[in-house]
Structures are given as C-alpha cells and as structure tokens.
Nanobody
Framework: QVQLVESGGGLVQAGASLRLSCAAS????????MGWFRQAPGKERGFVAAISWSGYITNYADSLKGRFTISRDNAKNTVYLQMNSLKPDDTAVYYCAADLDLPRIREGECDYWGQGTQVTVSS
C-alpha cells in the first residue's frame, strides 16, 4: 500500500514558477514509477509527466516539454514537479500517482493516487 500526499500548489501570476511535491508513505517507494497528472475545470484528467523508479527515465506530455521537470528523491520518498513559465492554461488540480510499471503511469492506469493540489495561474 502506498499513500500519496501532494503539496506546493497555490495562486501565482503568469510567468511564475512553482514546485509541487508528493510525499509517499511506505518502505517500497523506490520500487515505484511515479507520475503527475492534472485536471482542469470541465476537462478530463491528463498526463503531465512520469519518472521511473531509478529516476533515469522521464516522460512528458509533448506540450509541456521544456517547461516542466519531474524528479525524485528516493531517500525522502518524494517526487517533485518543477513548473516554470506558468500560463493561465496550466490552472488545474495536479495529482500524483504511483505504479510499479512505468508504461501504466503514462496510460493513467495507476494503482495509487493522491488527493491533488490546486494550482491557479492568473493572467
């Protein structure tokens, strides 16, 4: 069992940066691939980024490459999402997810989900 708790969301102006964190419980965190998803009002939840258990492999939604960076610290049981040059279209609830299989993360077929953290970008 893995429990995920996101933090770091908030209200920022366009062009600002935010770093989201996702703290995981459990001693097997380093075995899991991790991912970030987001859901804007009135839209379906969509893939943002994923990272392998080792941190050596990362995947991003094409539209977010270059602005968002996913990373992890297995010693701290935490995965991060650095978001730069934020735009109003980035406004959404951001969710952290975990699964043993990286491809399943990319497909959104994750075993564990956090409750989400709100990111609001004003123009």
């Amino acid at each position: 069992q893995v429990q995920l708790v996101e933090s770091g969301g908030g209200l920022v102006q366009a062009g600002a940066s935010l770093r989201l964190s996702c703290a995981a419980s459990g001693r097997t965190f380093s075995s899991y691939a991790m991912g970030w998803f987001r859901q804007a009002p009135g839209k379906e939840r969509g893939f943002v980024a994923a990272i392998s258990w080792s941190g050596y492999i990362t995947n991003y939604a094409d539209s977010l490459k270059g602005r968002f960076t996913i990373s992890r610290d297995n010693a701290k049981n935490t995965v991060y999402l650095q978001m730069n040059s934020l735009k109003p279209d980035d406004t959404a609830v951001y969710y952290c997810a975990a699964d043993l299989d990286l491809p399943r993360i990319r497909e959104g077929e994750c075993d564990y989900w956090g409750q989400g953290t709100q990111v609001t970008v004003s123009s």
